[in-house]
């Protein structure tokens, strides 16, 4: 039988795993932020602060999904996998999972 501490316990230390992740890749030489969105849009977890993190996950979910799509009209039998966009001040980077998107911003000039 599981009991529901155990299900509290267990999802608390995946989110602390999750969230040392975040710390440890948001610690890197370039890195300015990391975000986590659901397909929505809605922020999982950032290590922006929450007007950045609107922006960024508001915005880049509409991207990603206008890509998707875009691909499927192409190709029906294809997908996304990977989405980069270089600006002038920072490349993002995205990895849409089923359940999640994982949008990370560098600084190219930092690494």
Same mark, same amino acid.
């Given at each position: 039988?599981? @009991?529901?501490?155990?299900? +509290?316990?267990?999802?608390?230390?995946?989110? &602390?795993? %999750?969230? /040392?992740?975040?710390?440890?890749?948001?610690?890197?030489?370039?890195?300015?932020?990391?975000?986590?969105?659901?397909?929505?849009?809605?922020?999982?977890?950032?290590?922006?602060?929450n007007t950045l993190t609107n922006q @960024?996950?508001?915005?880049? +979910?509409?991207?990603?999904?206008?890509?998707? &799509?875009? %691909?499927? /009209?192409?190709?029906?039998?294809?997908?996304?996998?990977?989405?980069?966009?270089?600006?002038?001040?920072?490349?993002?980077?995205i990895a849409p999972n089923p359940d999640?998107?994982?949008?990370?911003?560098?600084?190219?000039?930092?690494?």
């Amino acid at each position: 039988m599981i @009991y529901a501490f155990d299900l +509290t316990f267990t999802y608390q230390r995946k989110m &602390s795993e %999750v969230d /040392e992740h975040l710390k440890r890749l948001a610690s890197r030489k370039g890195v300015k932020g990391v975000v986590i969105v659901n397909k929505e849009g809605l922020s999982i977890r950032s290590t922006l602060d929450n007007t950045l993190t609107n922006q @960024y996950s508001t915005l880049f +979910t509409n991207l990603v999904n206008m890509a998707k &799509s875009t %691909v499927q /009209e192409i190709d029906p039998q294809n997908e996304v996998t990977f989405l980069r966009v270089r600006t002038k001040k920072h490349e993002i980077m995205i990895a849409p999972n089923p359940d999640y998107y994982f949008i990370t911003i560098f600084n190219p000039q930092e690494y």
